[in-house]
Structure formats: structure tokens, C-alpha cells
């Protein structure tokens, strides 16, 4: 049986392994229903679903120290791959190019991963909390589905433009916002279909069920 610190603590680890992921091997580019998006589409989801949890049980402010944990342990992710890439590679280690272009990223790009996380998920552990009061801590659907929706489309839009705008002629806005709306649109069925996975987590974090 696990203590309500254990369990808060597994959910900070998930939340800081999907946050971590989503920035390595979300480099990846897949195909999804003929749209061009990065693998880290499965976990950012899961970074909405932790803090709505959080929220829903332990208030704001508790979200609000999971977001920043995580800030903290993703700049120094990055510092730490930064530097194992500028490393020199032992004469008899022969894999520092791919190595590097697996690894490595623009400086531009990780800024914008790390101002899209940081306003995306500050604004979502506030909308929720917003919603929570205005429902009377009721319909947690709504909660979870209304705040996950509008911080989404936030971090994928800053996330875009701060990455990608004008890095060539052909990254204007219009094609810009081209490429938002469908990765957006993904993202928002996948915030639809977490909802039973946010009750559930709900109600094991309490302990017992709580509408």
C-alpha cells in the first residue's frame, strides 16, 4: 500500500521523465494521420494530466512546485548534454557525430522548449484552479479538458514561432500557423482521451473516491 508521499512522489517522477523525454527523443519526427509531428506528442499530454491532478488534491501552489522542480532538472538536462557533446571524444570512440546530431539542438530551439513549457504550464495550474473555484470543485471534466485545451495551443504556438519563425523565407506566420493547428488538434484529442486517466489518478492519490 503506498503513502500519499509516495504516490505524490511517483507522480513528480513521471512528470519530470515525460518532460525529459519529450525534449530528447522527441527530436524524432514522425507521421500521424499524414501530419508531421514530433514523438513528444505522447508525453507533453502527460505533463497537463500530472499538474491537473496535483491540483485537484493538493491545491495550486503544490502544481505550481512541480512545474519549477521540473524547470530546474530540464536546465540541467540540457547543461549536461551541452557538455557531454562538446566533450572531446575518445580516438577510440568513433560515434561523436551521430552522437552530437542525436543529442545536440539549436540554442534557439531550447529556448523556446523551455519558455513554451514554462508559460504553457503556469498558465494551465492556474486556469485549472480558476475553473476549480468557479465550479465549486465540481465537474473536473471540465477542469481538466478547458485548461489542458487553451495551455496547449499555447505551448505549441510559442513553442513555433520562437523555434521557427523566419528560420528560412519559407517559416512566415500564415505557414507557421499551418503547421500549429493540426499538431494542436492532435494534442487536443489526446487531452480528451486522458480524462478517465485523470479521475482514476484522482481518486488512487486520494485514496478514496471523491466527486
Known sequence: MFTQDQKKDFLLGLFIGCLILANTIGTKITTLLGVRVSVGIFFVPVLFLVTDVIGEVYGRREANKFVVIALALLVLTLGMTALAIVLPANPTWGNQEPFALIFGSTLRMTFASIVAFVISQFHDVW????????????????????????????????????????????????????LIIPYWLFKVVFALLDTPFCYALVVWLRGKQKN
Open 127 to 178: 486556469s485549472f484552479d480558476f475553473w476549480k473555484r468557479k465550479t465549486g470543485g465540481k465537474h473536473l471534466w471540465l477542469r481538466n479538458n478547458a485548461s489542458t485545451i487553451v495551455s496547449q495551443l499555447l505551448d505549441t504556438t510559442i513553442f513555433m514561432f520562437i523555434a521557427f519563425y523566419r528560420m528560412t523565407p519559407k517559416y512566415t506566420v500564415s505557414f507557421i500557423v499551418s
